[in-house]
């Protein structure tokens, strides 16, 4: 089953704009990361941030962890076309010790509209 | 490119046969990673390997099987294989045995059609 699922499935922005996406997940985490896939495209890995953190910025990325309500944000600032893509949220769940692997969620796809 | 190669990228098959999958892994890589993704299922985490040993289990089916050979690249094999079976196989590598807090780096996919 899914561990992380992401809200919305699917959004469409002007170019420019800034493009938020969520992610709730059910399991205490270690960490959370961020990955993207453009069309039919192997995933690659935009961002981590631990557990004991609530902010990481990694240049038009921004992450936010509240473990609280076991839940994330990806930001994207300024989007462009090149941003066009699914965006998935990946756990790994605490108990596991890391070893199970990462969980994905079902992922937003992204459309940046020029 | 992220190091890691599968091949083939594509393959059709027909239903009840069997096909084998391979993954290299980034140079100085120990521990891969297969993954299933399919429209309905989405990601789902299937096996880990370790320098050689299997180390993780995930929703991977009977039917199904891994190995990773001495020199590191592994193996999927699929077979009596479904047209539920058709999807993209990823493979993934990472140096460490634990995926917290490491990057994992993700090949290209093999896509798989069973007719």
């Known amino acids: 089953s899914q561990q992380g699922e992401e809200d919305p499935q699917a959004l469409s922005i002007q170019e420019g704009e800034n493009a938020t996406m969520n992610c709730s997940y059910k399991?205490?985490?270690?960490?959370l990361q961020w990955y993207r896939q453009n069309s039919g495209r192997g995933l690659v890995h935009l961002i981590l941030i631990r557990s004991n953190e609530r902010e990481k910025h990694s240049g038009r990325l921004r992450v936010t962890l509240d473990t609280s309500k076991k839940s994330s944000s990806l930001l994207i600032t300024a989007s462009r076309a090149a941003d066009t893509a699914s965006y998935f949220c990946a756990t790994d769940a605490r108990e596991a010790g890391g070893a199970d692997g990462l969980t994905f969620g079902k992922g937003t796809h992204l459309i940046i509209q020029p | 490119d992220s190091g890691v190669t599968q091949t083939p990228k594509h393959l059709i098959t027909a239903t009840g046969q069997r096909v084998t999958l391979r993954c290299s892994p980034r140079?100085?890589?120990?521990?891969v990673y297969w993954y299933q993704q399919s429209l309905d299922q989405g990601l789902q985490f299937l096996i880990q390997y370790y320098n050689g040993e299997e180390r993780a289990k995930g929703n991977i089916l009977e039917r199904f099987s891994a190995q990773q050979f001495p020199d590191l690249h592994s193996e999927l094999n699929l077979s009596s294989l479904e047209l539920g079976d058709s999807a993209l196989y990823f493979c993934?590598?990472?140096?460490?045995?634990?995926?917290?807090?490491?990057?994992?780096?993700f090949g290209e996919g093999s896509w798989l059609t069973v007719v």
């Open positions: 993934a590598s990472s140096v460490a045995l634990r995926v917290s807090g490491n990057t994992i780096y």
């Open positions: 399991t205490s985490i270690n960490n």
């Open positions: 140079s100085g890589d120990l521990s």
